[in-house]
């Protein structure tokens, strides 16, 4: 969809990823970068559709990376970007029906200079730092962090970060191609990584379990 339009695609496996999402249910992920040439804005996620798993990598729009213009790219909007990649891999990988199995997002490596997300995930857990948070090692086939449910204070404070409020709204945007769709929980979690320094790092990541909305 995106090629079609004139937008450049790229696709692979990021091993760096991987290794923080060692589980064997994230074999299949696929990294597909979306590039403006003009304002070098750029989107990367990797994308699962046999387990309905989009995971948020590097994002920058190109109202982020080129300020000062007006010369924006009709498409743009991070919500809209990933919404078409992830349409055009599940036709790819097994219909349209696979594009409303969406039932997982990650926010992974969250940086504490970039949005308050950080701060706010540290107080709703009550640590004082990344390295508190409950870690997944890499020979672990499964998350073990800490769990809130969406409508609980924690929930919802982790939800209206940018973070999560970004992930609503992509929800909200598509809910006739997605189905009415809603966060169930949210899990923060610690992997490590080596640093520039070659030391391990403590990365804090967030899960977003997706459900079907409850109709009223």
């Known amino acids: 969809?995106?090629?079609?339009?004139?937008?450049?695609?790229?696709?692979?496996?990021?091993?760096?990823?991987?290794?923080?999402?060692?589980?064997?249910?994230?074999?299949?992920?696929?990294?597909?970068?979306?590039?403006?040439d003009a304002t070098m804005g750029q989107y990367a996620e990797?994308?699962?559709?046999?387990?309905?798993?989009?995971?948020?990598?590097?994002?920058?729009?190109?109202?982020?990376?080129?300020?000062?213009?007006?010369?924006?790219p009709a498409l743009q909007r991070w919500s809209d970007v990933v919404f078409l990649t992830w349409a055009s891999v599940c036709q790819k990988t097994g219909g349209s029906e696979k594009v409303k199995g969406l039932k997982h997002f990650f926010r992974y490596h969250i940086k504490p200079k970039s949005t308050p997300t950080l701060n706010i995930i540290l107080e709703a857990l009550g640590v004082k730092g990344p390295a508190d948070v409950k870690i997944w090692p890499p020979n672990q086939d499964h998350i073990d962090g800490q769990t809130f449910d969406a409508n609980s204070d924690e929930g919802k404070a982790l939800i209206g970060t940018p973070h999560g409020s970004g992930i609503c709204w992509f929800l909200w945007q598509h809910q006739d191609d997605l189905g009415t769709k809603t966060i169930d929980k949210i899990t923060v979690f610690r992997t490590t990584a080596p640093g520039e320094d070659e030391k391990m790092n403590d990365w804090v990541n967030l899960h977003f379990l997706i459900k079907e909305a409850e109709k009223k």
């Open 1 to 36: 969809m995106l090629q079609d339009g004139g937008y450049p695609v790229q696709g692979d496996v990021n091993p760096a990823v991987s290794f923080h999402f060692p589980s064997a249910d994230f074999a299949y992920l696929i990294l597909i970068t979306y590039l403006q």
């Open 46 to 72: 990797l994308y699962d559709p046999d387990h309905g798993i989009i995971v948020p990598i590097q994002n920058y729009s190109p109202q982020e990376v080129a300020k000062g213009t007006d010369q924006y």
